[in-house]
């Protein structure tokens, strides 16, 4: 009877009782930032019930000056519109993704050229490099054999995955062309049909898994 009492003891002592955090980007420049309020929640409750992770559904905010970004492993930013980074925004950021953080961003169509001239500033001697279909990302936890999945259509160009690489680790990702922060949202938002919300939140899930994993 001690025995199995021990055994519950340190099963529940060796069980985590904090969810692990993740985040919003909070960036200047005027841009929707906070676009797709739904997206992460919806992406964290499916990693939860589908990769047994324990991530708070309840998804934070943090800033881009914030040094507090330190806590959340993976941070996702979207958006349509104008992205401005001051010199605190980039140092802090660049800290975050040195020491092990992961950035996500997804283009929800119009971030494109606002993006990459900061991104250029970030990291001035490093270039987006597009992942091949057989990087790991693709099938970590679910096999997309073509790479990133098209969700919504928009100007009807090949969805295509950027990376920014540091010392062989990929710190960046940015999704073009393909909208899963749309695809993550709830079901009556956009009336996507099941099929290309589950590919959405599939593809998420291999990007919330590498981030974690590697």
């Not at 990291?123 to 987006?128: A, G, K, M, N, S």
């Amino acid at each position: 009877m001690r025995y199995a009492y021990i055994l519950l003891l340190f099963s529940v002592l060796s069980t985590p009782v904090c969810a692990q955090e993740i985040a919003v980007l909070h960036y200047e420049g005027g841009g929707d930032w906070y676009a797709n309020p739904t997206s992460l929640p919806n992406l964290a409750a499916f990693c939860n019930t589908n990769l047994n992770t324990n991530l708070n559904t309840k998804t934070a905010t943090v800033k881009a000056t914030d040094p507090g970004i330190q806590q959340y492993p993976f941070v996702h930013m979207t958006g349509h519109g104008n992205v401005f980074f001051s010199e605190e925004a980039l140092q802090n950021l660049r800290d975050y993704l040195l020491s092990g953080g992961f950035l996500h961003i997804d283009d929800n169509y119009g971030i494109d050229a606002y993006l990459r001239p900061q991104l250029k500033r970030l990291f001035p001697q490093e270039e987006l490099q597009e992942l091949p279909a057989d990087h790991p990302l693709f099938s970590s936890a679910y096999p997309f054999k073509e790479g990133l999945p098209k969700i919504h259509e928009h100007d009807g160009k090949r969805p295509q995955a950027f990376g920014i690489f540091k010392d062989g680790r990929l710190v960046l990702l940015y999704t073009l062309e393909s909208d899963l922060g749309d695809g993550w949202e709830s079901a009556a938002v956009h009336n996507d049909p099941p099929e290309v919300r589950e590919n959405a939140l599939k593809m998420g899930a291999n990007i919330i898994k590498y981030a974690f994993e590697n």
